[in-house]
């Protein structure tokens, strides 16, 4: 049965699917107006450290105001819940306890992230985790566990890692030999120096328009600044098995036409230091100049021919190929973020299936210096002034004690460390008493014992 079927018979079973969703941001409330109009699924509760933020999302969502009601407890939430209301709650605890089959962690803050996962599969909640900056951190540990508990740990629908993953298991499912898998960003070299001071300029954001959003400075800088790439990309690795190349990432300009001539290794007139790899494709060429129909919004999977037939069906079909006829190329040049939440949550709770999921630790996000660091600065993390992410491989990352981007903001520096240069844990002091440091520590010494490092 389709999953939109699957979800008329749990609404004519009056059983809808209960949705926890913990973050009233902008992701979350893109999927709280889509969901209010899905059968079979029920947003039970929302949780944010600013109550009347989650409550006004539900309102601008479509709820009235007498449909959202306050929990300080959870029982209140669990009553309020059984007279149909959509439950607000600033307790994290409360929303994770409730009467909930899936949790959705939207924070995008990584120790929170680790924190609400690791406790809802304590709780026996399925975890769909928007928060890319966990799942890159720690997500093979939290996948691990779910296993563990028979829950389900997926990546989210709308956010492009599970809708890649997705084609990748499509193209592999139909006898493809996956080459390259990707999105587009926009991006040019000096932008991974960019800061919240340099972000709206190179964004061509006016004043006005500053002024008059509400925009988060460092949370767009970090897409700017190819950190968020380097996440997602990474996230992406663990989630199919596609290996990081040494350099990292090298954001070629590319229309659509042209990814199938780019894409592939370097031994059949391509970039690619190997086939089966990820790759950001820019928007724009180098000096700015636009590219017609670019993928700054979009993403793609590469693939190989393999057999005649296949390269007769690309010749006909005028397929996007490269000169060979040996690579082709499937894309789409958009996603609609949390708008396409839904898929996961049906999948998940509905046929226990999740929308890509982080199986394997084999990519990792390090941090690299921005500028000349001194010993006692502070470090900002993801999209700040200090450092961005590259995409690295994880054996690698553990061998050499690369800090983690995920664990950068608010780590102290002890040493002085060059611009451009990656960070290592022996260059800081960091707080080792959350939950989300020992949960990385602890992935790494289980990454040792799988694969044995010199």
């Not at 018979?9 to 979350?28: D, H, L, T, Y």
């Not at 992230?113 to 900056?133: C, F, Q, R, S």
């Not at 799942?135 to 599970?162: C, F, H, R, T, W």
Request: proline share 4%; net charge negative.
């Amino acid at each position: 049965m389709s999953l939109y079927g699957l979800l008329q018979q749990r609404e004519s079973m009056n059983k809808p699917v209960r949705i926890g969703i913990i973050g009233a941001g902008v992701f979350s409330s893109a999927f709280l107006n889509q969901a209010r109009l899905t059968p079979g699924m029920r947003v039970a509760c929302v949780s944010d450290l600013d109550p009347e933020k989650a409550r006004k999302a539900c309102v601008t969502a479509g709820w009235s105001e007498e449909a959202v009601g306050m929990g300080d407890s959870v029982s209140s939430i669990n009553d309020g819940i059984a007279r149909g209301k959509v439950m607000v709650t600033d307790d994290s605890d409360n929303l994770i306890q409730a009467k909930l089959d899936v949790v959705l962690e939207v924070t995008g803050v990584t120790e929170a992230g680790a924190y609400h996962a690791w406790t809802a599969l304590d709780y026996g909640k399925h975890v769909i985790m928007p928060n890319v900056e966990t799942d890159v951190l720690v997500g093979p540990l939290i996948k691990k566990k779910a296993d563990e508990k028979g829950l389900v740990y997926s990546m989210a629908y709308g956010d492009q890692p599970g809708i890649i993953c997705e084609m990748v298991d499509w193209a592999r499912t139909i006898g493809m030999e996956v080459v390259c898998a990707g999105k587009g960003t926009r991006f040019q070299p000096e932008y991974r120096y960019s800061t919240p001071d340099t972000v709206w300029n190179y964004m061509g954001f006016t004043q006005e328009q500053v002024i008059t959003g509400n925009f988060n400075a460092q949370m767009y800088n970090s897409f700017l600044d190819s950190t968020k790439s380097a996440i997602e990309m990474c996230a992406l690795a663990n989630g199919t098995g596609l290996v990081p190349q040494q350099c990292g990432l090298q954001f070629p300009p590319a229309a659509p036409a042209e990814l199938p001539h780019i894409l592939k290794p370097k031994s059949a007139g391509g970039i690619l230091e190997h086939s089966g790899t990820v790759e950001i494709v820019a928007s724009e060429r180098r000096g700015g100049a636009p590219i017609k129909d670019h993928l700054r919004w979009g993403v793609y999977v590469i693939f190989k021919a393999g057999t005649d037939l296949v390269r007769r069906f690309f010749s006909m079909h005028d397929f996007l190929r490269d000169d060979s006829g040996e690579y082709g190329a499937v894309y789409r040049p958009f996603h609609l973020i949390g708008l396409e939440l839904g898929m996961s949550v049906a999948s998940v709770a509905l046929r226990r299936e999740a929308t890509g999921s982080a199986d394997r630790f084999i990519a990792d996000v390090a941090s690299v210096a921005k500028k000349d660091l001194k010993p006692g600065e502070v470090l900002d993390g993801e999209g700040g002034y200090t450092v961005f992410g590259r995409l690295v491989r994880a054996d690698e990352s553990v061998l050499r004690r690369y800090l983690p981007l995920g664990l950068s903001r608010g780590a102290k520096m002890v040493r002085a460390v060059a611009k451009d240069a990656l960070l290592t844990y022996d260059d800081v002091v960091l707080d080792e008493s959350t939950l989300v440091f020992a949960l990385r520590k602890r992935m790494e010494e289980e990454a040792r014992k799988d694969r044995p490092l010199p």
